[in-house]
């Protein structure tokens, strides 16, 4: 079993840029697919990119592409999401999880071992 936890989120302008870090501890993190969601209030949990443990391969919802970058690090055990330029309507609770498929499927019921999520609240 692996363990998430999720830090970086907080308040930011429309335009701006944060840092998401997902510090995973526990099983061997390197050998994981891994993915960041989010979830909005009023809203189903939604795919936001992956990442391939195995040649550092890398999805997008369409939503997000050309604005955020996931990345690894497999000797600190973390994943990041860098995101830029910010929206209003990327204001949600970030999320990271393991993906439970060999191949990545951009569902939430393809990802388990959920962190605790970190709020990220974009102001105009």
């Known amino acids: 079993q692996v363990q998430l936890a999720e830090s970086g989120g907080g308040l930011v302008q429309a335009g701006g840029s944060l840092r998401l870090s997902c510090a995973a501890s526990?099983?061997?993190?390197?050998?994981?697919?891994m993915g960041w969601f989010r979830q909005a209030p009023g809203k189903e949990r939604e795919f936001v990119a992956a990442?391939?443990?195995?040649?550092?391969?890398?999805t997008y919802a369409d939503s997000v592409k050309d604005r955020f970058t996931i990345s690894r690090d497999n000797a600190k055990n973390t994943v990041y999401l860098q995101m830029r330029d910010l929206k209003l309507e990327d204001t949600a609770v970030y999320y990271c999880a393991v993906s439970k498929t060999l191949v990545v499927v951009p569902t939430a019921a393809s990802f388990g071992s959920w962190g605790q999520g970190t709020q990220v609240t974009v102001s105009s």
């Open positions: 990442i391939r443990w195995r040649g550092g391969s890398t």
């Open positions: 526990g099983r061997t993190f390197m050998t994981f697919d």
